[in-house]
């Protein structure tokens, strides 16, 4: 597509339950990326898929998170049992061969 | 490890006046170096890069940052700022090599008074 989508836009949910986060990249972009957007914290790093390699997990705040890339393209991070702490944007981001991130619109997730 | 400052959280410009917002990076080597601007509700627009060579790096909406090796800072600048120039930015830098995750600062929010 012409820029990074994400899905969907809003998703509140009650605590305890899963959630499953979307992203569609640009196509022919290699690496992705997955951020955290809280009040007044910034960009929080989660994980970071680049081609076939193995992904950089290192942001992933807890067990709770984990984040798949299926064929190369579309990305789906999921969080389990989730907590009112989660509650934040998550933005999604790709890139080809150089730094420079196109990031979608994010997921606002309310937890309740 | 690699961290990025933005010392101002917030800034309030009026309409017609400069603008400077401040970055500076911790790293060994020279980084790649980003701004990005969000505006409420939206996902992050890159304003501009810099890789290497010409140290002054124009970017979109008139803006321009000048990378100071010696100052370690990417300050941004733009010489008559607009009414929709009000937003969240937020500078990054990556290790100089491939498919690296960014580091971000946490953002300045830059409010225009008329």
């Known amino acids: 597509g012409a820029g990074v989508s994400q899905s969907p836009s809003n998703k509140v949910t009650e605590k305890g339950k899963d959630v499953e986060l979307r992203c569609d990249p640009i196509?022919?972009?290699?690496?992705l990326y997955w951020y955290r957007q809280s009040l007044g914290q910034g960009l929080e790093f989660l994980i970071y898929f680049q081609g076939n390699s193995a992904p950089d997990k290192s942001g992933l705040p807890s067990d709770r998170f984990s984040a798949e890339r299926t064929g190369g393209s579309v990305s789906t991070l999921t969080i389990q049992r989730t907590q009112q702490e989660d509650s934040a944007v998550y933005l999604c981001a790709s890139s080809s061969s150089r730094p420079g991130y196109t990031f979608g619109s994010g997921t606002r997730l309310t937890v309740v | 490890a690699q961290s990025v400052t933005q010392p101002d959280i917030h800034i309030t410009v009026s309409e017609g006046a400069s603008l400077e917002l401040r970055c500076n990076y911790s790293?060994?080597?020279?980084?790649?170096l980003f701004w990005y601007v969000q505006s409420p509700g939206q996902g992050l627009q890159l304003l501009l890069k810099?890789?290497?060579?010409?140290?002054l790096v124009q970017g979109i909406k008139g803006f321009e940052a000048e990378f100071k090796r010696s100052q370690s800072s990417f300050n941004l600048r733009k010489p008559s700022v607009h009414w929709s120039d009000a937003a969240e930015y937020f500078c990054?830098?990556?290790?100089?090599?491939?498919?690296?995750?960014?580091?971000f600062g946490k953002g300045t929010t830059l409010s225009v008074s008329s």
């Open positions: 810099y890789f290497s060579g010409d140290t």
């Open positions: 196509s022919g972009h290699t690496a």
């Open positions: 990054a830098v990556a290790p100089n090599q491939a498919g690296t995750a960014l580091i």
């Open positions: 790293y060994g080597a020279t980084p790649y």
